[in-house]
């Protein structure tokens, strides 16, 4: 949050005597409080840092230095910038002191007289690799899973150094994949094989912890003599020997260590990368950075002009132009939108709102599956993989039965295929999951989920079945998207055991599961939905039993503000480019044909019905669902890009006005429906406030981190205070602080 005080890095040095080299001194970032938090560098950290340089500085000046290496501990290298300091900054100027703050030390190791080395013990991330990369070469331990520049994911550009340094070392083409592709790519991360074959770092070795001797290294070179050995353990430093030993063979010229071009400091860099290579790796991503642009995130296409203007510029120009554009991003509304969602995720995974304290989740020894169908087949599979207990599906005929388990044999083969289980690990995955025609074989089960059609009467009489066979404390779950909780509990015995786990599709990607507390569901068994999800790796938003619940809810009043729209006359050109400006991962044609016109139409008549006539009734939606239109085709897997067919846009018009919406008042449109229901849900208590309404739309529709999810993007626009008369945050909390 804004004004948290500053978690301070320390410096710890370390001497190293070695034969053949002289003094190595090891620079070790550490936490002060001595907790194994990530290390971040805010003003004290920098400073700690530049101090301990410019001693190293002085020392190697005089000759008492042969090397430095910069190195972590515990499981980071280096995190980058404290964010909380970057939320805090008030003005541009500040933004841009933090800015150069960063390069002076970067600037500074860049500047050692000496061979400087960094050694990646663990994560490497934003300002942590542009200290690494201003090193003279680079290493890392085998088990680092996190590398990578994610700034342009936040809302910022790689500003101490990487869009200096990078295209260098690696190429353009190189850098931009990291810079720009990986972030957009839901920020994709490298780990230490992948940073190899990059050229990020020329060196992978084992942890102290995995034994000794090196793994790879750029350009398969050998080491020669003097490699470790497996009695001798890693120095003291916390350098494991192998990175030393190859530090001094890289200096003495016995390791070619392959570079592009050395670091630019005069006027004329000299990098080999050609005029035409540089431009073509620019312009190859302007189609994404200008998606990005008109989607409210300025920082992919500023990244890109940001390493276009380095082209042959000295160290300080370049230097220069990244101040520029970090300061000038510090102060958008993106970026503390998405700093806000960012630290929002991280709260809220460890710590779901709502989870009951005190209480013990339920053991589960054995789960049940009502159905064998797609979703079905999902939800076996990722229980069985999660907690590893036998999972038994069940369906009403042998056919449906067999099909259902074929598909998630064939799920498996899959993950085998694809490196993600071993032969052992898929044999054994094979043998938890079973099926059956006969509720009885469900008898055993702790928890039942069910994930049948989506019609009150059908999940009633499912759990009304299930509570003939099942034990007392047995846990009926539902998947039900939209339905009520408590009125599938009604006339059961045990009404206490029966709770909402609302998966979304595709089960095993998608990140979010809405904990639905019904009116009678009792503590151990919400614990235990909580518990579930917990070991699903899925992050719990804890929501009232309330038609829609949070998702459904706001994104089917945002389609049906667009299906309205199009009865009384909008264009589909128009609805299709309307909502362009909230950035969305898929306009609202594609998600209606990801989602299935029937089951569009079927939750919106449901939701009408429930909330009201601000659910708009679409006969064209009607009329696309009987005549089997289509709003998208798509070619292969489903694609934000697909073209719309404007031919669809005859099914509609069935409340034609005089001036239909265009595009612009659409969007607005849109808005404004949004800040009602959102106030409307918020007021009812189907969500504990704004925070868990932005981390589900985030986590379950796709809804961007620099929107600071919905709420955020409602206050920024206007829109809430036009519909409430007020904000649903205080200024600084997802925005600039005054």
């Known amino acids: 949050m804004p004004g948290t005080e500053e978690r301070v890095t320390v410096v710890r040095t370390t001497d190293l005597e070695v034969t053949d080299l002289g003094t190595v001194l090891v620079l070790t970032l550490e936490p002060e409080d001595g907790s194994d938090r990530p290390c971040t560098l805010g003003e004290r950290g920098l400073d700690n840092l530049a101090d301990a340089l410019a001693a190293a500085h002085e020392r190697a000046r005089t000759g008492r230095l042969a090397a430095v290496v910069l190195t972590g501990t515990g499981r980071t290298f280096l995190a980058g910038a404290d964010l909380g300091a970057v939320r805090a900054v008030t003005d541009i100027e500040e933004a841009r002191l933090l800015a150069r703050r960063g390069h002076e030390v970067v600037a500074a190791i860049a500047d050692l007289p000496v061979p400087t080395l960094a050694h990646l013990n663990g994560a490497a991330l934003g300002g942590g690799l542009e200290v690494a990369l201003a090193c003279d070469y680079r290493t890392a331990a085998r088990d680092v899973r996190a590398i990578g520049l994610p700034e342009t994911h936040l809302g910022l550009i790689p500003g101490w150094g990487g869009c200096t340094f990078l295209p260098r070392l690696v190429g353009p083409a190189t850098a931009l994949e990291i810079i720009v592709d990986n972030p957009a790519r839901n920020n994709r991360l490298l780990d230490a094989g992948a940073a190899l074959a990059h050229g990020l770092v020329d060196l992978v070795v084992a942890a102290p912890d ?38 001094r063979q890289a200096v003495d010229g016995q390791v070619p260590v392959a570079r592009r071009v050395e670091r630019p400091t005069g006027p004329h860099p000299g990098d080999p990368a050609s005029d ?12 994404l950075a200008q998606a990005r642009a008109a989607g409210g995130a300025p920082a992919y296409e500023r990244a890109l002009r940001t390493v276009a203007a380095s082209r042959n510029r000295s160290r300080a120009e370049s230097f220069a132009v990244e101040d520029d ?20 995720l991280r709260r809220r995974r460890k710590h779901p709102a709502g989870r009951p304290e005190g209480t013990a989740p339920r053991e589960i020894r054995a789960v049940g599956v009502a159905g064998a169908g797609l979703m079905a087949g999902q939800l076996a599979l990722l229980l069985a993989r999660s907690l590893r207990v036998p999972v038994t599906m069940r369906d009403l005929d042998e056919e449906r039965a067999r099909r259902g388990l074929d598909a998630v044999h064939a799920q498996v083969d899959r993950l085998r295929t694809q490196g993600r289980l071993d032969d052992r690990g898929a044999a054994a995955l094979t043998d938890l999951l079973r099926v059956t025609t006969d509720v009885a074989d469900l008898a055993d089960s702790d928890v039942v989920i069910e994930a049948v059609f989506e019609e009150l009467d059908v999940k009633r009489q499912v759990f009304a079945e299930l509570e003939n066979v099942v034990g007392p404390t047995a846990v009926l779950a539902t998947n039900t998207s939209a339905l009520s909780v408590t009125e599938m509990a009604v006339g059961l015995e045990h009404p206490g055991r029966v709770v909402g786990l609302h998966f979304f599709n595709p089960v095993a990607q998608m990140p979010l599961v809405e904990v639905v507390r ?35 809810r706001l994104l089917v009043r ?43 139409e079927h939750v919106l008549v449901t939701l009408r019905r429930d909330l009201g006539e601000r659910y708009a009734d679409s006969p064209g939606l009607a009329r696309v669902v009987r005549e089997g239109r289509a709003f998208v085709t798509f070619e292969g897997r489903p694609s934000a890009t697909s073209p719309v067919d404007p031919a669809v846009g005859e099914l509609f018009g069935s409340r034609p006005v005089p001036q239909p919406l265009d595009a612009a008042g659409l969007l607005d449109r849109v808005r404004r429906a949004l800040a009602q229901e959102t106030d409307l849900l918020l007021n009812d208590g189907v969500a504990a406030d704004a925070g868990d309404v932005d981390l589900a739309m985030i986590l379950g529709a796709g809804w961007p981190l620099h929107n600071g999810g919905l709420t955020a993007y409602l206050d920024r626009t206007g829109a809430a205070e036009a519909v409430t008369g007020r904000r649903f945050h205080e200024p600084g909390v997802a925005s600039p602080p005054r």
């Open 210 to 247: 995995d034994g000794p001797g090196v793994l790879a290294e750029a350009g398969a070179h050998g080491l020669g003599g003097g490699g470790a050995t497996e009695e001798e353990p890693p120095p003291r430093s916390g350098v494991p020997r192998p990175v030393i030993e190859w530090l």
């Open 276 to 287: 035409d290579e540089w431009l073509a790796a620019v312009d190859a991503r302007h189609p």
């Open 325 to 344: 554009a970090l300061a000038e991003l510090v102060m958008t509304e993106a970026l503390h939108a998405s700093l806000y969602a960012t630290d929002l």
């Open 518 to 552: 019904a009116d009678r569901t009792d503590d151990a068994t919400y614990a235990t939905a909580f518990a579930i999800a917990h070991a699903c790796r899925k992050t719990a938003v804890a929501v009232a039993d309330a038609p829609g619940f949070v998702v459904n």
């Open 558 to 600: 945002l389609l049906g503000e667009v299906l309205g729209a199009l009865e009384e006359g909008t264009t589909v050109a128009d609805a299709d480019r309307a909502l362009a400006g909230m950035g969305l991962p898929m306009g609202p044609f594609q998600l209606l044909q990801l989602v299935g016109p029937a089951v569009a």
